[in-house]
DNA sequence: CGGCGATTTGATAATGGTCAAGTGCCGTGG
DNA sequence: CCACGGCACTTGACCATTATCAAATCGCCG
């Protein structure tokens, strides 16, 4: 299963041998991208895809004063510009926040596989929707007080991190930088810095050095009033993240 | 063309025979719904969509504080939870804001129209990616400053109902209350009066009794910070607005 | 007329932005 | 090996925006 596209589908829906067989056929390329590099442009009319295969990318606006507002982040497995399968044009920016893999499917095999396999593309859209289901979230989260929104932030990463598989003992790598979460949450960076150190010092996390962990996550989970639901995470993904969590 | 999915779809695509065929034969069941009241509520598992005919509804989620937030606000020819459609449990509430006439279209429907007819599914998905859309830039409005808040929602409004031939002379109805524009700004209702009355004695707007005018579209956009492409709305419908709104 | 919800106004307080300066940690180059 | 430069992070002081509290007014419907 070295191909991420069929790994990605496996985990969705249970594959038939002939959905299987139409997937191994889709077309990919894989190509590193360095950090802080764009992906695809506001503007941009991609022909094709780009799925995380490995690192952090996130979606971002650039606004009239010329702030950058990051509205997602994006892991393994995920398929940011999606969108511009059905969008004449791109209405945000992807960029890569630390080095990434990328793996590049063009929107024509995205088409032929979701014309010909209905649960195919059943299963992308749905993985559209629960990306709509964040930037809900966000749209809510924006709105707290800053403690409350960046333990919620963490609580979300963690969450979608473990349910990739990319946690261990409450840890994960999250090569960000407090400006990254400035422009995550909207706050400045010298009080996301000092909202840090609330965190930290309440014993609910650490995060630096490219790594964030999480000490106490009811803690860190009631603080910024998380909910896993609206990240319609398997059933599986969820227990097993209690377990390991808590 | 009474019938509002026939509509709808026929903006999105040009329709063949055979797909206008398949979609007069959906069963849809028109209800009028009342003022401030569910039409399906966080933690539902819906076997329907709701098509937005006429009135305005919402998508609200409640805080851990209890407090409540809109998220998008939807206008006639929105179906504002087909995410029902793939996702397990809704996230959010959808409401209704005024009085709304809705039409009623079970799954079973939809899934069949887009399992036989690929390019009513891509219409759909693509609506749905809309909203996606609209949601990111929320998130981006929600960080700026009051003004330009609600500007930018009242731009925003004002080109999807002209989108949706709601709007005449630069007028629409819009029966909101200023607590409603505060659950979806995150504004105070004193601070939102405050600013609608800058707004008003700025000569951007009037708003009051249902109604809301622009009188200067330019300024309210500019203000706003308002670029209308991430509405991906149908080059026509964006022709007709400027010619209308400048 | 009474009452209720929506809107308006005033005064006060706090959250969080901005400015400014300083610290610590590398990687580079002398 | 050490000095330098850059970048992320940290800290302190001040101030603007906006929330909160409280009360008055308006309009509408029963």
New binding site residues.
């Given amino acids: 299963m070295a191909n991420p596209l069929l790994k990605k589908l496996a985990q969705m829906i249970a594959l038939s041998a002939s959905e299987r067989a139409a997937i191994g056929e889709v077309p990919l390329r894989l190509v590193t991208i360095r950090a802080d590099q764009d992906i695809v442009r506001e503007g941009d009319r991609p022909s094709r895809c780009a799925m995380i295969v490995g690192g952090i990318s996130c979606t971002a606006k650039v606004t009239g004063s010329g702030r950058r507002q990051i509205t997602a982040f994006h892991i393994a497995g995920d398929i940011p510009d999606l969108m511009s399968l059905h969008l004449d044009q791109m209405d945000s920016d992807i960029q890569t926040v630390t080095e990434c893999e990328v793996a590049f499917i063009d929107h024509a095999a995205v088409r032929f596989l979701c014309e010909r396999h209905w649960r195919i593309a059943a299963a992308l859209w749905r993985s559209t929707l629960i990306d709509a289901a964040i930037f809900r979230e966000w749209t809510v989260n924006v709105k707290?007080?800053?403690?409350e929104?960046l333990a919620h932030l963490f609580c979300e990463v963690m969450a979608r991190m473990e349910a990739a598989g990319l946690v261990t003992d409450r840890k994960c790598q999250l090569r960000?930088?407090?400006?990254d979460l400035s422009e995550a949450t909207?706050?400045?960076?010298?009080?996301v810095?000092?909202?840090?150190?609330a965190l930290r010092s309440g014993g609910l996390i650490s995060f630096?050095n490219g790594e964030l962990t999480i000490h106490d996550w009811e803690g860190l989970a009631s603080l910024g009033d998380f909910v896993s639901d609206y990240l319609h995470l398997p059933q599986d993904a969820i227990l097993t993240r209690d377990v390991a969590l808590s």
């Fill in positions: 707290r007080r800053s403690p929104r960000l930088t407090q400006g909207g706050m400045s960076p010298v009080h810095n000092r909202t840090l150190q630096g």
